[in-house]
């Protein structure tokens, strides 16, 4: 079904790179590289390119922004401890298993799971964690803003967080506002993805 409404979304938007990049994420989470090559193919053909992924965080009036893949913030030492340290607890306390079948598929499961941890919007959760304790702490909600949809394992990562370390994060990405609140998760979906998924039940 999955493939189906992205076909769909592809045909109804072909100069969007967004709807590619949906049906890439389909087939990784399903191992199907191959279709992700015919995928990144046809965006070659078509000029587009997919944005990279860019999440920010407000933290006592700072904007900090971190890109997909970066590791030159200042602070990446102490954000990459608490990201290790609260996944280590989120396993232990509420059997939280990575999906790596987000990350690339030729490298190793250790280094995915790395690769995952260095997505945007986890780099500014990690942020948070790590300024816990200290002037710069989020007494209130965790809000966290990304251009692009969050992925399946972020989202699992973001309920685990919420569970074990009993904050309250919402993160607003490309289509709808998601939050987490001891393990759950409600979304809330913006005026563009309403649209579009009424265009997609009048093609049913």
């Given at each position: 079904?999955?493939r189906e409404?992205g076909?769909i979304?592809?045909?109804l938007?072909e100069g969007?790179?967004?709807?590619?990049?949906?049906?890439?994420?389909?087939?990784?989470?399903?191992?199907?590289?191959g279709e992700?090559?015919?995928i990144?193919?046809?965006?070659?053909?078509?000029g587009?390119k997919k944005?990279g992924g860019?999440?920010?965080?407000?933290?006592?009036?700072?904007?900090?922004?971190?890109?997909?893949?970066?590791?030159?913030?200042?602070l990446?030492?102490?954000?990459?401890?608490?990201?290790v340290?609260?996944?280590?607890?989120?396993?232990?306390?509420?059997?939280?298993?990575?999906?790596t079948?987000f990350?690339m598929?030729?490298?190793?499961?250790?280094?995915?799971?790395d690769?995952l941890?260095?997505?945007?919007?986890?780099l500014?959760?990690?942020l948070a964690?790590?300024?816990?304790?200290s002037?710069?702490?989020?007494?209130?909600v965790?809000?966290?803003?990304?251009?692009?949809?969050?992925?399946?394992?972020c989202?699992?990562?973001?309920?685990?967080?919420s569970?074990v370390?009993?904050?309250v994060?919402?993160v607003?990405?490309a289509?709808r506002?998601?939050r987490?609140?001891?393990?759950n998760?409600?979304?809330?979906w913006t005026?563009?993805s309403?649209?579009?998924r009424m265009?997609?039940r009048?093609?049913?």
């Amino acid at each position: 079904m999955g493939r189906e409404v992205g076909g769909i979304l592809m045909e109804l938007d072909e100069g969007n790179a967004v709807n590619y990049v949906m049906v890439l994420n389909i087939y990784a989470e399903a191992g199907e590289w191959g279709e992700c090559e015919r995928i990144r193919g046809l965006m070659r053909r078509r000029g587009l390119k997919k944005d990279g992924g860019r999440s920010w965080i407000e933290i006592k009036k700072e904007v900090h922004n971190f890109y997909g893949g970066d590791d030159s913030y200042p602070l990446m030492g102490r954000i990459r401890e608490a990201l290790v340290d609260v996944e280590r607890r989120m396993r232990e306390e509420v059997g939280y298993v990575s999906r790596t079948g987000f990350a690339m598929h030729d490298i190793e499961e250790e280094s995915k799971e790395d690769n995952l941890r260095m997505h945007s919007e986890r780099l500014a959760v990690g942020l948070a964690l790590a300024c816990e304790g200290s002037s710069l702490e989020i007494r209130d909600v965790i809000r966290v803003f990304k251009n692009l949809r969050v992925c399946v394992d972020c989202h699992e990562f973001m309920k685990g967080v919420s569970k074990v370390v009993g904050r309250v994060l919402v993160v607003r990405d490309a289509c709808r506002f998601h939050r987490f609140e001891g393990g759950n998760r409600n979304i809330r979906w913006t005026t563009y993805s309403l649209v579009v998924r009424m265009l997609l039940r009048g093609n049913e």
